[in-house]
């Protein structure tokens, strides 16, 4: 397989398992113990590795968040506690998490090998927030942890190649949303308000830069030797199945 065939294959699994703690119910008590809303813990559990930036900032960043949404959680949240400490909680739950999920399924330590060696060697140019959180500090865990700290690094590598593409293909971010799998259904949960434009004319576009995506995440992949690929495939394909048996994925 080709290091674009390898990132397209996993790509799938890393979006999916990448954000799997994020809905853990134990991160999300972590909001009320910080004394902020779900939605600024989750705006700035994701953007807080970028620390003490504007609210435009962050919306630039995250891409296909409406801005006032971003605002909302953003600002909110920094009256209370600072982004980096938001973030650095974000990472520990990450830790936990994959501790107790992830740390006794078989080859949860080579799972953790091949995606920091991955994100490793990703160019993170035009990427701020993945750039950001893998300069983030992590905690001490085990293989577990380690492999849930690499699912939550490509998966930002991915969302940062993505959000490139799609400037490329001529799309915003809302249209990119509005042709995705949840239509306008995800582009109002993103915080887009309606009137949308019509979706068929963006779905070819969108597909275009579904493929750049997968190009520029391949230079990552480089990082892979003979075999390594179709391995870390059925490392990823192990954990989703584990976790969907654990009733945690869908």
């Not at 739950?93 to 078989?106: A, M």
Request: with cysteine.
């Amino acid at each position: 397989m080709t290091p674009e065939q390898i990132a397209a294959a996993s790509k799938p699994a890393v979006l999916e398992l990448g954000d799997l703690f994020s809905r853990c119910p134990a991160t999300l008590r972590r909001a009320r113990l910080l004394g902020i809303s779900g939605w600024a813990f989750y705006i700035t559990s994701r953007a807080g590795a970028l620390g003490d930036v504007r609210a435009e900032t962050v919306a630039a960043a995250l891409g296909f968040i409406a801005p006032d949404a971003v605002a909302d959680g953003w600002d909110a949240a920094a009256r209370t506690v600072r982004p980096v400490e938001v973030a650095a909680a974000n990472l520990a739950e990450c830790c936990r998490w994959g501790d107790q999920q992830l740390g006794l399924l078989p080859g949860a330590a080579r799972l953790a090998e091949l995606l920091h060696r991955i994100a490793g060697a990703a160019d993170a140019t035009g990427m701020p927030l993945f750039a950001a959180w893998r300069a983030m500090p992590v905690p001490q865990g085990g293989a577990g942890a380690q492999a849930g700290v690499g699912l939550l690094l490509l998966r930002e590598h991915f969302a940062g190649a993505y959000l490139l593409a799609v400037r490329a293909a001529g799309l915003t971010p809302v249209e990119a949303v509005l042709a995705g799998p949840e239509g306008e259904a995800g582009a109002a949960a993103c915080g887009w308000p309606p009137p949308y434009p019509p979706i068929g004319p963006l779905v070819r576009r969108r597909l275009w830069a579904e493929a750049v995506t997968d190009r520029l995440a391949a230079t990552a992949f480089r990082s892979l030797g003979p075999g390594e690929g179709a391995e870390l495939l059925e490392l990823l394909a192990g954990a989703r199945a584990h976790l969907r048996r654990s009733g945690l994925a869908a």
